[in-house]
């Protein structure tokens, strides 16, 4: 590989490009073992986006007004003005030495002349391509510019008209299978006029819309047995339920979305300012043009939340198609055209070696297929870096030992869909061994197909029903994907078969997250009660220092008493006493060690309950150690870093977790949180420090013996409260956190713009569905009973699952009232600070209420409704209120609930009344930096 040293290269037009990206985009992708790709015509340019040494690497590449945009390990395809590209790995050429783990060159190109070629994908007919301006899907062949093969029912001829505006593609087992266009029309140029609402989604070949009324769509995708779809002229990214044509918005972002490409967790979408022209008149964000920016979102779609950006400032303003390259996190790709600026680079066969003949690594024309890889000899696995087995005749060259030794490099090195492939192959060689199909069903759970892992588990027990493995993995997803009663049924086969204490743990840990009555509560209680007895009866006990044990989280939410459920299972847990072996002398510096450990100290209810008042906490008497658990790097574990004398990323592997936990030689260890993570739930089980603690992120007792307090406070706390916990019960004057006020944006979103109505009264009860316990639809009933104008905002759960079982639930508790709750997508957090501001009345949940909403509601100063409880977890909005000297909400009884809310909504005066109470009241409540102070004294008091 050399530059090239040619001086007679013209010297290009420069132009300034000025950008910024948040830190946690290099992580990503190095944890992804990936890069991004993108194209933007308006700079005619390819933009490669990569990671080396956790540090963002960027290049761009000239192309002329490239568009579409498609990657694979094998070949990349860029759409330009008049031909498409192909570049071919060229991976030889980069060194051991090397900052690039890859290499792709140009290598030919196919003329089709202008057809506006908005998106690409390999099928089984060659280079699939959306042609725009001749509104329909064709492929390439070596005679035509290009062949036609399907066009919308509504178009009447194959013309150069772009009369639809045909711009994105999703294909499913090599054909296409569904596209979108921008409008149902058959004239040149029809879609402009309306383009604001008549985007559509359609079904390849019917041609039957399954998706209509969007503003200009783009870049459809299938992906974890989903339809995805942006929403472009609204700047949001979503699903499509195709039966019911249902556009469910995950995310909006700050541009006009297009481009979207999907890897592990996260979506990559481009983002677009909008240009000064009719194109874009009257398209919902260009309200909002001057906000709008330019570059790549990534979210996450666990949370729905953006978690990384790319943002140009100047030179670049358009963003056309986003791919990410999996298996390269920083590949050196070559140009079409190469300036001086950019590396040339050479490939020539050595003197010896005999002439290669042609191949193709992808079919590019219809009727290629593509080149077998050359076989592999065993114990040669680096050539597998750039080829990948499929299950026909080439893979029988290998023996099975290769093939599963090849896949799980692949898997190893994140080549995810290249793994996928030699699993396939070396399931078909072991003529479908189960093992190798769990491990199949594995990886396509890290690729984020929930369905293809259930296809590959149920496949795993129909070759071998004995299974443990396939058992213990298909029950664990089935709980996750929301179907406890099946997970139910399956673990009570793994418990039949091996009644392992790890496994009856398993089955113990199954609850529906949204319970359709109270007997319902009381059948599953039940059962946790009989399978944590039977195991204790037999005295098994599963190792917490070699295996991880699974949480029990949802128990929380069933308004009971968890002291015996978690003595029970802690009975069935072993850990280890660590500190035993450190020889403990005074400290040179006379400072105690103290660590806080979570997973969750990011940008998370955790992490705003905690930060400040780490960042506040002396340290003439503490020196402060801060653990994280989590993977996660955003802004807040930064400050944490900064806030702590020492700051440890723990490995989320449970040995060398463990091994470093016991080498700190910490005198107290404080768990923010325990039973929302494996990781430190498991840890919980053994002491790593004399004095160890919990407090209510999480608010329940953790029935272990090695933890020996319980950090709470007189007002969240009953005088009997003591009895609740296997803990010994501390209870601070106040509630012991320093949180930072939320601000309200200049440009919060009215009700309008969040899609509410705006004349009628609104109840709103934003929270996580698992926390709508069956007693509180009653109150919910006589709000919408006795307030025929009101509404009830309720949002979606993270699984359809879940707001299809609490809608079932509503049918039955809320027959005549249903109608008039509406629930709305997850929602970015500026976006709910403007719910919880624009609606009149905030509804506390009973049994498990808010914590860090309710201190977002207090802030932006909405009146909010709560009903104290018997335990901790009901106990915390009541608390906050208590805290500031305002108990005019805290109602009595579920009567009395239902009376102030709709008072509250209905009396405008005494509404205003309470709102500016709140406002005098609240002065004293956020940024209360006398909380570190407090819990310094309680710290040292424990480790007397």
């Known amino acids: 590989m050399t530059q090239s040293p040619d001086d007679t290269v013209s010297e290009p037009t420069l132009r300034e490009v000025r950008y910024e990206y948040t830190p946690r985009l290099p992580e990503i992708l190095t944890h ?53 590209h192909f570049l071919v790995p060229a991976h030889e050429t980069q060194g051991p030495d090397s900052e690039h783990d890859g290499c792709f060159v140009p290598r030919s190109s196919y003329y089709t002349g202008s057809i506006h070629g908005h998106d690409l994908g390999w099928g089984n007919e060659g280079l699939w391509i959306v042609n725009t301006l001749f509104s329909c899907l064709s492929t390439l062949h070596e005679d035509y510019s ?33 596209v979108t266009a921008m409008s149902e029309t058959d004239s040149p140029a029809g879609w402009r006029p309306n383009k604001a609402t008549s985007g559509v989604v359609m079904e390849v070949p019917s041609g039957e819309v399954v998706c209509r009324g969007l503003s200009m769509p783009h870049s459809p995708r299938l992906h974890a047995g989903r339809l995805w779809a942006l929403n472009s002229g609204y700047g949001s990214l979503g699903w499509i339920e195709p039966n019911s044509g249902q556009y469910h918005q995950v995310e909006a972002l700050p541009g006009y979305t297009r481009g979207l490409s999907f890897c592990g967790q996260f979506a990559f979408v481009g ?39 790319f943002q140009f400032h100047s030179g670049v303003s358009e963003i056309f198609a986003v791919e990410v390259l999996q298996g390269f996190k920083n590949p050196l790709i070559a140009g079409a055209a190469v300036d001086r600026h950019e590396r040339e680079v050479w490939i020539v066969p050595a003197e010896n070696m005999p002439r290669p003949k042609p191949a193709s690594r992808l079919p590019i024309f219809a009727g290629e297929t593509a080149a077998a890889p050359p076989a592999m000899v065993s114990g040669n696995l680096g050539s597998a870096s750039t080829s990948s087995l499929s299950s026909n005749a080439a893979a029988t060259q290998l023996s099975l030992a290769e093939a599963i030794a090849i896949a799980r490099t692949f898997h190893a090195r994140g080549q995810l869909e290249q793994a996928a492939d030699s699993y396939e192959a070396a399931i078909a060689l072991s003529k479908a061994s189960a093992p190798l199909l769990v491990d199949l069903g594995n990886l396509r759970q890290d690729q984020g197909n929930q369905p293809a892992a259930l296809v590959c588990y149920e496949r795993a027990l129909q070759a071998d029903r004995f299974c443990v493995a396939a058992l213990q993995n298909l029950g664990y997803l089935l709980f996750n994907m929301g179907e406890a009663e099946k997970a139910h049924d399956v673990y009570e086969r793994l418990i039949e078969q091996d009644p392992s204490p790890l496994n009856r743990l398993l089955a113990s840990s199954v609850l529906p997250v949204v319970y359709d009555s109270q007997a319902d509560i009381d059948y599953w209680r039940n059962r946790q009660m009989r399978i944590l007895q039977e195991l ?40 280890r006493d660590f500190t035993q072996a450190i020889p403990r002398g005074p400290r040179p510096d006379g400072r105690r060690r103290v660590a806080f450990m979570s997973a969750y100290f990011r940008d998370h209810t955790i992490g705003r309950l905690n ?16 653990i994280y658990t989590g993977g996660a790097r955003d802004e807040m574990v930064d400050r944490f870093e900064r806030a702590a004398d020492q700051f440890v990323q723990l490995p989320r592997d449970l040995p060398t977790a463990i091994d470093t936990l016991a080498k700190l030689d910490l005198d107290l260890l404080v768990h923010a949180d325990v039973g929302m993570d494996a990781l430190t739930q498991t840890l919980a089980y053994s002491r790593f ?3 160890q603690a919990t407090t209510w992120g999480h608010p329940d007792t953790t029935g272990s013996q090695t933890i020996d307090y319980f950090l709470s406070s007189e007002a969240l706390e009953r005088p009997d409260g003591d009895h609740d916990y296997t803990e010994r019960l501390v209870r601070l004057s106040r509630l012991g956190i320093d949180y930072q006020r939320p601000v309200l944006a200049a440009n919060a979103k009215s009700r309008s713009e969040l899609g509410l109505p705006v ?23 006589g709000i919408l009973e006795q307030d025929p104008q009101g509404e ?14 609490l809608r079932r639930r509503f049918r039955r508790t809320l027959p005549d009232q249903g109608s008039r709750v509406r629930f709305l997508p997850t929602l970015a957090r500026g976006d709910f600070l403007s719910l919880l501001a624009t609606v009149d009345v905030l509804l506390d949940p009973m049994h498990f209420g808010g914590g860090n909403s309710s201190l977002e509601a207090i802030a932006v100063g909405t009146p909010l409704v709560t009903l104290e409880g018997q335990f901790l977890r009901s106990r915390i909005t009541s608390a906050i209120y208590k805290q500031i000297a305002y108990t005019e909400l805290i109602a009595e009884s579920p009567s009395s609930y239902v009376r102030l809310a709709v008072r509250l909504a209905n009396d405008l005066s005494y509404r205003s009344m309470v709102q500016q109470q709140l406002r005098l009241a609240t002065s004293g409540l956020f940024d209360d930096h006398t909380a570190a102070g407090e819990l310094e004294q309680c710290l040292l008091g424990m480790l007397k």
């Not at 013309?159 to 505006?165: F, G």
Request: hydrophobic share 40%; glycine share 8%.
């Open 536 to 575: 204790n009866a037999t005295g098994g006990q599963a190792d917490a220092t070699s295996t991880l044990v699974p949480t029990v989280f949802f128990a929380a939410y069933q308004g009971l008493s968890d002291r015996p459920l978690m003595e029970m299972r802690a009975r069935a847990i072993k850990g």
């Open 271 to 309: 983002l677009s300012k909008i240009r000064e022209t009719s194109v874009f008149g009257g398209v919902p964000i260009a309200e909002h043009r001057h906000e709008l920016r330019c570059g790549v979102g990534v979210i996450d779609l666990t949370t729905g939340r953006t978690v990384a950006v």
């Open 792 to 805: 009830l905002i309720l949002l979606e759960g993270r699984l359809p699952e879940w707001t299809h079982r």
């Open 611 to 626: 930060i400040q008042r780490l960042e506040q906490l002396s340290r003439q008497n503490l020196h402060l150690t801060i």
């Open 689 to 691: 420090a004399p004095v």
């Open 32 to 84: 992804l073992r990936a890069s991004i790709l993108v194209t933007t015509y308006q700079a005619g340019k390819l933009l490669v986006l990569g990671a080396h040494e956790n540090k963002l690497t960027i290049s761009f590449l000239d192309y002329d007004q490239p568009m579409g945009l498609e990657v694979s390990p094998e070949l990349i395809a860029i759409g330009t003005r008049r031909q498409m």
């Open 146 to 178: 290009f062949v036609p093969h399907w066009r919308p029912p509504f178009i009447s001829q194959l013309i150069d008209q772009d009369r639809c505006h045909l711009n994105g593609m999703a294909l499913e087992a090599g054909r296409p299978k569904y």
């Open 759 to 781: 004349d009628r009264r609104l109840y709103a009860c934003p929270q996580t569905l698992f926390k709508f316990h069956p007693d509180f639809d009653e109150v919910l009933a």
